[in-house]
């Protein structure tokens, strides 16, 4: 059986629903456990917040287009999101790994948003564009806000660490 466009769009718009929703429980993982990284604490929670209003947006499409995002793929993904988070916190250099996979995962959500202005695109849907694009623009200065602060984050990890304090959160 083969799917339309549209279907493929909705499924698309799904599958980033959850990606928001895994993003979410990742970054509020983190902040619970910083505590010598305040800059990058105050930034995860204003992304948590992008986040939330991400996901929201895509409600807010998925429901002119007559359909709901997936709460089994929202629970599955935040599920992940929870595990991937406690996966480093055994990990001397915790905030480190974190910092190169949350690089790492705002790239995928930027190509995520990228794919569905595609897809917005080929559906016909005219007026998501403006909310896909408010939503990359959000990932893409995530990005860039944790690549300009790498630096920042590996010299107070070392610094502590080489202080035998705890560096790691």
Known sequence: MASSIQDIYITGLRNAHAVETQAIQLLQRQVERLEHYPTMVERMRQHIEESRTQASRLEQILDRLGTSHSALKDATTGFMG???????????????????????????????????????????????????????????????????????????????????????V
């Not at 250099?93 to 202005?117: C, M, P, Q, R, S």
């Not at 080929?122 to 806000?145: I, N, V």
């Open 82 to 168: 929870n595990m991937a988070a406690l996966g480093h916190t055994f990990a001397q250099d915790e905030v480190i790994k974190n910092t190169f996979a949350n690089y790492a995962f705002e790239h995928y959500e930027i190509a995520t948003y990228k794919g569905l202005l595609e897809m917005a695109d080929a559906a016909s849907d005219g007026q998501a564009p403006q909310l896909l694009r408010m939503s990359l623009d959000e990932e893409m200065r995530m990005a860039e806000w944790i690549d300009q602060h790498l630096p920042e984050t590996l010299r107070t990890y070392m610094r502590l660490e080489t202080a035998g304090q705890t560096s790691g």
